[in-house]
């Protein structure tokens, strides 16, 4: 019961990757050019200002089920983060070849 509560923790807690920012922001931008391309011929060729602006509404909204909600598809590469050491105080002390940088 655990592992099925946490795994929806982690799906409502919004948590994507760089990659997913990156996929996402892919997906959106093609599925928003598809659905104006498709609303503006549908309109076209039935000659409908109506029909042009509810296709461009139903796309617009797929897109927004797509890009919106974290998807696990856009959380697969997660970045390993540097771990702070517990006894520095005065700031960030990263080690390089064995000399401090910062």
């Not at 928003?32 to 200002?49: E, N, P, Q």
């Not at 590469?77 to 940088?101: F, I, N, Q, T």
């Given at each position: 019961?655990?592992d ?19 996929m ?25 200002i109506?029909l042009?602006?509810?296709?461009g509404?139903?796309g ?7 890009a919106?909600?974290?998807?696990p598809?856009?959380?697969k ?21 064995g000399?401090?940088?910062?």
């Amino acid at each position: 019961m655990d592992d099925v509560l946490a795994s929806v923790q982690n799906i409502c807690e919004g948590q994507i990757d760089f990659h997913g920012q990156r996929m996402a922001e892919i997906l959106s931008t093609a599925l928003l050019i598809i659905s104006g391309v498709v609303a503006f011929l549908a309109g076209y060729i039935y000659r409908d200002i109506h029909l042009t602006l509810w296709v461009g509404l139903a796309g617009t909204l797929v897109t927004g089920l797509v890009a919106i909600p974290p998807w696990p598809m856009y959380n697969k590469k997660p970045e390993k983060w540097l771990v702070p050491l517990a006894g520095s105080v005065g700031g960030v002390r990263v080690m390089v070849d064995g000399s401090k940088v910062a």
